[in-house]
T-cell receptor, first 116, second 113 residues
């Protein structure tokens, strides 16, 4: 079946512009996660949606970052007034449930964001 | 202190070698454990789950020590295709449906011919 998809695959923007990154999780997966990974660095957790629960936003680095998940499926990560330090690969992942279980978290291919 | 700490690496080994990676986690509420693999410029993918009794999948063996909060991955008979970054991952129970994965920074492995 289809995996997690993300769009665009690459985004180049100018400092100060807003960007929207999209994630389509695997159908039926209730848990959706956003991470970012800077060059040569580990994964940095950003935000987590689980069903109808309030999202865990504890990883968002500033109020310029926000995310929505509509209808329990597609999610959009928005970065306002982008800065050069926002340049990274933004990865989305989904999972069948949000519990602390052994279900696999499947990752999308990521969006490579470059802020000039 | 980070939730998950890994050997920084890099590890450079010849084909056929045995290599071991270690990882420690800080939260005793951790419920499930994994090793993910990430190839260069690719997304992470699950390599194997790590169960309390330890488990093996071909050349790969994972061990969990809950008392010491320690996880290991052993790769036997290394292949060139094993070259990648290995991520130690811990799922911490934050409520009935709110487990979240915590990733280590990864250990880079290069297998040379």
């Amino acid at each position: 079946g289809a995996g997690v998809s993300q769009s665009p695959s690459n985004k180049v923007t100018e400092k100060g512009k807003d960007v929207e990154l999209r994630c389509d999780p695997i159908s039926g997966h209730t848990a959706l996660y956003w991470y970012r990974q800077s060059l040569g660095q580990g994964l940095e957790f950003l935000i987590y949606f689980q069903g109808n629960s309030a999202p865990d936003k504890s990883g968002l680095p500033s109020d310029r970052f926000s995310a929505e998940r509509t209808g329990g499926s597609v999610s959009t990560l928005t970065i306002q007034r982008t800065q050069q330090e926002d340049s990274a690969v933004y990865l989305c992942a989904s999972k069948t449930s949000g519990g602390a279980d052994y279900n696999e978290q499947f990752f999308g291919p990521g969006t490579r964001l470059t802020v000039l | 202190r980070k939730e998950v700490e890994q050997d920084p690496g890099p590890f450079n080994v010849p084909e056929g070698a045995t290599v071991a990676f270690n990882c420690t986690y800080s939260n005793s509420a951790s419920q499930s454990f994994f090793w993910y693999r990430q190839d260069c410029r690719k997304e992470p993918k699950l390599l194997m789950s790590v169960y309390s009794s330890g488990n093996e999948d071909g050349r790969f063996t994972a061990q969990l020590n809950r008392a010491s909060q320690y996880i290991s991955l052993l790769i036997r008979d290394s292949k060139l295709s094993d070259s990648a970054t290995y991520l130690c991952v811990v799922n911490i129970d934050r409520g009935s449906t709110l487990g979240r994965l915590y990733f280590g920074r990864g250990t880079q492995l290069t297998v040379w011919p």
